[in-house]
């Protein structure tokens, strides 16, 4: 019995190898995954979320307010992928695979808990981003409201709740204090820098348009330019272009709290 359970794992993993190295599954995004992957894909991610919803405690939801606010946030966020009542997603959305779908019927099969969730942690490899890092706590909460307005909406009732909505932008989180660096290499790998840096504890491309941030610590200067201080290199990172007006790194938006966080992180690196 062990001897045929062993086997069957040892041809098991064999199998596997053979697809990685081969080459023979198509990655291709016009073609969809084959039906046991896309159906092996889904299950998966229906239960982790609800297994990692399961303990969040759901705020009153039904207030007017929040939900307007939601709906500033759904529409500047979440349209270009989902879609909205009359509106279609935008180009790089139709190219998804998976696509993305449309949101008006998903506050019937999710529960509030499992929506925050999903918004605030995105799905790996599915192309759904993680908002956590973009949206403040009573942000990510509204927008949850909102969805569950989005099945009672049709196309005018949708423009006419958007009419009174403030323009104001969906907010970031709000500032923490105490810098830390478990939260900085959660802070790097959120706001891309791993796209042009190599970052030594981020697993990424092989990538060297920027210098490697390795030793950070040991680093005289910041970019050539700036002696290395905290203060200084907080500032590189939410506006490098004020240092150097030519800079290829471009301003990420990165709040001043979490370029703090990135800060203690980088200035560990040794
Ligand atoms: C860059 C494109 C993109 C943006 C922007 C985006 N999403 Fe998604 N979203 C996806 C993709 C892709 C999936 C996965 C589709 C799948 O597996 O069914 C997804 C899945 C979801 C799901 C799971 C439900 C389901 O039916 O799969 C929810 C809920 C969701 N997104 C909410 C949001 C909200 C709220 C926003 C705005 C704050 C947002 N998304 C912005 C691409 C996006
Ligand atoms: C589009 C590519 C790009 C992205 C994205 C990017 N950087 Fe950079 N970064 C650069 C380049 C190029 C330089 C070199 C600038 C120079 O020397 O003028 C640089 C320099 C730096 C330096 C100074 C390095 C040194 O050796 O002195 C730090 C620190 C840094 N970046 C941090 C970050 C952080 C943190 C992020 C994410 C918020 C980030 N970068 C995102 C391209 C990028």
Redesign the pocket.
Known sequence: MAAGAGLLVLLAGAAGLLVMYSGVYDISAIEQHTAPVYRALEIGMRNAVRRRAAGIETPPLDDEALVRRGLRCFHDNCVQCHGGPGIAPADIAKGLQPVPSSLAQTARDWRPAELYWVTRNGIKMAGMPAWAYRMSERDLWATVAFLERLPHLGVREYRELLDTVAEEACMQPEGEHEADPRRGLAA?RQ???H???RIPGIRGPDVY???P?ER?AE?A????VLPNTREN?VR??TK?QSV?PL????D?G?TEAHAHD?AAY?ESLR
């Open positions: 790097l706001y891309a820098c796209g042009c840096h348009v920027g210098p941030l950070f680093r200067y910041i970019a050539g290199l590189w990172i490098p150097s800079t290829l790194m471009p990420l990165v990135m980088l």
